[in-house]
Nanobody, 126 residues
Framework: QVQLVESGGGLVQAEGSLRLSCVTS????????VGWFRQAPGKEREFVAG????????KYADYAKGRFTISRDNAKNTVYLQMNSLKTEDTAVYYC???????????????????WGQGTQVTVSS
């Protein structure tokens, strides 16, 4: 069983930064692709960024490119999402998700992920 726990959310002013963390106790975490998704009120859950299991290949949503950085530390069973230059439209609940890797492919569809965290709230004020 892969349990994911997010942390690091909070209230920040526009143009500020936050670093989200996703921690798991699963010993096979290094074999999982991990993605970050977000869901704003009244909107669908959308892909933010993902990182593969072997070569740490990354993918980003267009709105995240240049502002967000995903990384992982398998020794700590942790994936990070560094978010800079935050905008009010980044306000959402951010979720960590994982799925067993498949040839280093990074999934962007939420339906491909099999394990989810409970989410952490990010609020960006103007």
């Amino acid at each position: 069983q892969v349990q994911l726990v997010e942390s690091g959310g909070g209230l920040v002013q526009a143009e500020g930064s936050l670093r989200l963390s996703c921690v798991t106790s699963a010993r096979t975490f290094s074999y999982y692709v991990v993605g970050w998704f977000r869901q704003a009120p009244g909107k669908e859950r959308e892909f933010v960024a993902g990182i593969s299991e072997y070569y740490y290949t990354t993918k980003y949503a267009d709105y995240a490119k240049g502002r967000f950085t995903i990384s992982r530390d398998n020794a700590k069973n942790t994936v990070y999402l560094q978010m800079n230059s935050l905008k009010t439209e980044d306000t959402a609940v951010y979720y960590c998700a994982a799925v067993p890797g498949n040839r280093d492919y990074v999934y962007t569809n939420r339906n491909d992920y099999t394990h989810w965290g409970q989410g952490t709230q990010v609020t960006v004020s103007s």
